[in-house]
């Protein structure tokens, strides 16, 4: 069993029934949001060595917490059995911390959290509530902390404001979105000529160097153009594999991996941007006709990038956006864990681009 199904189980059969029994009628939301790869589905028999169990996260008001979180969570660590289903209740060779601090509370005998909305917000994006997000707030979420909030199951909301914060985040205003596509594009831009010229100076590896960056790129413009958020590392190759894009995008870049000369590796590539030019031309996004041929005068296959851009920022109706350089959100500026895990340095860093 998957760990969402376990946990979703937990509240259920066990601490459902137990919190109606000890606070009858208190209002709360029950999940599982924030940390572990059971929140994508993607947890299997090796995830079960830390972080991994019976586990739900409560939420209360503020001032509900104030007055029962410290209660409920102590009172359940007598009333929790000690493994449900096989797994233990315990917080075993678990790197992450039960929770604690002002608005959240967990022990280290179970796996029954209590939070706020507020609280979770803050502590994962840096926010506390998302009603008036600016665009640039938006451009300050790394995609895997967006996802940490509304990836996940809620299991039972009685007042609907995690529910409602989470459809709030599930993707990217329409503006922040199309600014983002064409900053994609211009990533592309950037070096997909140096994967030629490299490999015509005879560097095959930095050639191969380049071109697994632009494959990155092209998986990364795959899941904006299925909006989808695209998770941290460990799971971004397996979670692209879900992509309904993924079955055209693959073979080319396989094909870019296996090449043993720089020509075929500049075509496959070439041949995946085409694929992602059509995916932005079918879903009634700002079309361009695509063009695959040589840079300029040189012998090295590309795709007419600067007319994707252009079609995509033309587009952009929010002036603040429109008024921003074509350089992108934190996670296209920077893929540095201790950047991007970092709600209130995003925030700061990105706020430079006003």
């Not at 994006?125 to 979420?141: A, E, T």
């Not at 941290?232 to 073979?251: C, I, M, N, Q, V």
Request: charge should be negative; include cysteine.
């Amino acid at each position: 069993m998957q760990g969402i199904e376990l946990s979703r189980r937990f509240y259920a059969d066990i601490v459902g029934p137990w919190l109606a029994a000890v606070a009858p009628g208190l209002p709360h939301a029950a999940a599982l949001v924030g940390y572990g790869s059971e929140l994508l589905g993607f947890d299997d028999e090796l995830s079960r060595d830390h972080n991994w169990g019976p586990r739900v996260h409560i939420f209360l008001s503020r001032d509900r917490f104030d007055g029962e979180a410290q209660r409920l969570v102590a009172s359940f660590a007598a009333a929790a059995p000690e493994s449900y289903l096989g797994e233990p209740i315990g917080w075993r060779n678990r790197p992450h911390p039960p929770a604690g601090g002002a608005e959240a509370v967990g022990a280290l005998v179970h796996g029954l959290e209590v939070h706020t909305v507020a609280g979770t917000l803050e502590r994962i994006l840096g926010v506390r509530s998302v009603d008036g997000l600016s665009p640039v707030q938006w451009l300050g979420f790394p995609e895997q902390r967006l996802l940490a909030f509304t990836a996940g199951a809620v299991f039972h909301d009685d007042e609907g404001h995690l529910s409602a914060a989470r459809e709030k985040l599930a993707y990217l205003p329409r503006d922040v979105w199309l600014y983002k596509l064409a900053c994609q594009w211009r990533r592309i831009a950037e070096q997909q000529a140096f994967v030629g010229r490299a490999g015509q100076v005879g560097d095959d590896l930095g050639s191969r160097v380049i071109a697994g960056r632009l494959v990155h790129d092209a998986m990364r413009m795959a899941f904006l153009l299925e909006r989808r958020y695209a998770p941290y590392a460990k799971w971004f190759g397996s979670d692209f594999a879900r992509l309904p894009l993924a079955e055209k995008l693959t073979p080319h870049f396989r094909a870019v991996f296996a090449a043993e000369a720089w020509q075929a590796r500049g075509n496959a590539l070439a041949a995946a941007y085409l694929e992602l030019a059509h995916k932005q031309n079918a879903i009634g996004l700002p079309s361009f006709t695509p063009v695959i041929g040589p840079y300029h005068e040189r012998p090295f296959t590309t795709i007419n990038t600067d007319d994707a851009v252009a079609a995509l920022t033309a587009a952009i109706e929010d002036p603040q956006i429109r008024a921003l350089p074509i350089i992108g959100s934190i996670d296209q500026i920077s893929d540095s864990t201790p950047v991007l895990e970092d709600p209130a340095l995003t925030q700061r860093i990105i706020g430079q681009l006003r």
